[in-house]
């Protein structure tokens, strides 16, 4: 029986997850998996009404569950950063999801606009560090509002938070098992201290990994070499902050944000699926967003729990349904959202 922690979130999140639940009810009676899912109401709407992000014990309580399973958490009546920090970054750092990942697949029948790429040039993943860098909230104000005002934000690299995140791009990419490369991604050339210790943490562990290609590139090299020579890649791993910039192109060179899902993985302990595409408020409650990102969202938490034959399978149904849309785009796939989670329901 897996716990799994539901928070459907703001804007068009409920309507996804709606979605992908369906499609794990239908997977989990096909293959025998007990699923007890516990709703949470944490967003903007509750933040609006009661000042609350996360309610004193929300922390607690979610250790006590396998997964959390996410729609989306941004509201256009909140000001930027509160819910960011107060919800999602809270909860990311204060379960150690230190690892976020984001496979980049361009699947058949999908648009992408790199020209005269396929889904074969286009299958990598990205493994960002999710729990430091520039993400730490570290930093201050000097002099505030004043001519001489000063403002400091710090990145922080531990030699522990870097090696964590190395070690688990290098057995991910052995167990890929695909071209079997893994390339850093950082900025050696500028961030001298910083990246220094990624470099060198880097080139200890690929020691420990002679079955797995190391490799190495600037992050700005990176974004032409993912629009040009995407193929280049197997698996990509990087700091918090350029892995949440690369992965925004990425989503867009795999088809754009109804399709791009991500994992914020503890592999010690609970870890939260969420589709990244955000909340998208103009859309919300129209029937019209994509369910497929929500939905590979569910897929990547069952490889994550260990099922890998139901994940495999939502896959296959997935892919099948996005074989008959006529578009990944909001309002142009040629069916409503719950239309969508009906196809891949049946596919299963
Ligand atoms: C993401 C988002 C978040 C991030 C924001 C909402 C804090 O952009 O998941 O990529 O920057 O990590
Ligand atoms: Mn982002």
């Known amino acids: 029986m897996y716990k799994i922690a539901v928070m459907p979130g703001d804007g068009t999140g409920p309507e996804v997850v709606n979605e992908g639940l369906k499609v794990l009810k239908k997977a989990a009676a096909k293959f025998s998996i007990k699923f007890d899912f516990k709703e949470f109401d944490f967003g903007g709407e509750r933040y609006l009404k009661t000042g609350e992000t996360l309610p004193e014990g929300a922390i607690e309580e979610l250790r006590g569950f396998q997964a959390i399973y996410l729609g989306a958490i941004g509201h256009p009546d909140v000001k930027p950063g509160i819910l960011e920090t107060g919800i999602l970054l809270k909860l990311r750092f204060s379960l150690e999801q230190y690892i976020n990942l984001r496979p980049i697949k361009l699947y058949p029948n999908v648009e992408t606009p790199l020209a005269n790429k396929k889904p074969e040039d286009i299958d990598f993943v990205v493994v960002r560090e999710n729990t430091e860098g520039l993400y730490c909230g570290v930093g201050g104000f000097f002099k505030k509002g004043t001519p001489d005002e000063v403002a400091v934000q710090q990145m922080i690299n531990t030699r522990k938070g870097v090696e964590r995140c190395?070690?688990?791009?290098?057995?991910?990419t052995r167990k890929r098992n695909r071209e079997k490369k893994l390339t850093l991604c950082a900025k050696i050339n500028v961030l001298t201290y910083a990246h220094d210790?990624?470099?060198?943490?880097?080139?200890?562990?690929?020691a420990e990994y002679p079955d797995v290609k190391s490799d190495y590139a600037h992050v700005d090299a990176i974004t032409m070499w993912m629009v040009k020579n995407p193929e280049w890649f197997d698996?990509?791993?990087?700091?918090?902050?350029f892995g949440d910039i690369i992965t925004d192109l990425g989503a867009m060179?795999?088809?754009?944000?109804?399709?791009?899902?991500?994992?914020?993985i503890n592999p010690h302990g609970v870890s939260m699926f969420e589709p990244i595409g955000g909340s998208a408020p103009k859309y919300t409650?129209?029937?019209?967003?994509?369910?497929?990102?929500?939905?590979l969202a569910a897929q990547m938490m069952l490889a994550q729990l260990?099922?890998?034959e139901a994940a495999a399978n939502v896959e296959k149904a997935a892919v099948a349904a996005i074989g008959k849309?006529?578009?990944?785009a909001a309002g142009r796939m040629g069916y409503t959202t719950s239309e969508v989670g009906d196809l891949v329901a049946e596919g299963i």
């Open 166 to 172: 190395i070690r688990y791009a290098f057995e991910f």
């Open 197 to 206: 210790l990624w470099l060198r943490t880097f080139n200890e562990v690929a």
């Open 235 to 241: 698996v990509i791993v990087t700091t918090n902050m």
């Open 253 to 264: 060179v795999q088809g754009g944000m109804g399709i791009a899902a991500g994992g914020n």
């Open 285 to 295: 409650g129209k029937n019209v967003i994509n369910p497929i990102a929500a939905i």
């Open 306 to 308: 260990g099922e890998q």
């Open 325 to 328: 849309m006529k578009s990944m």
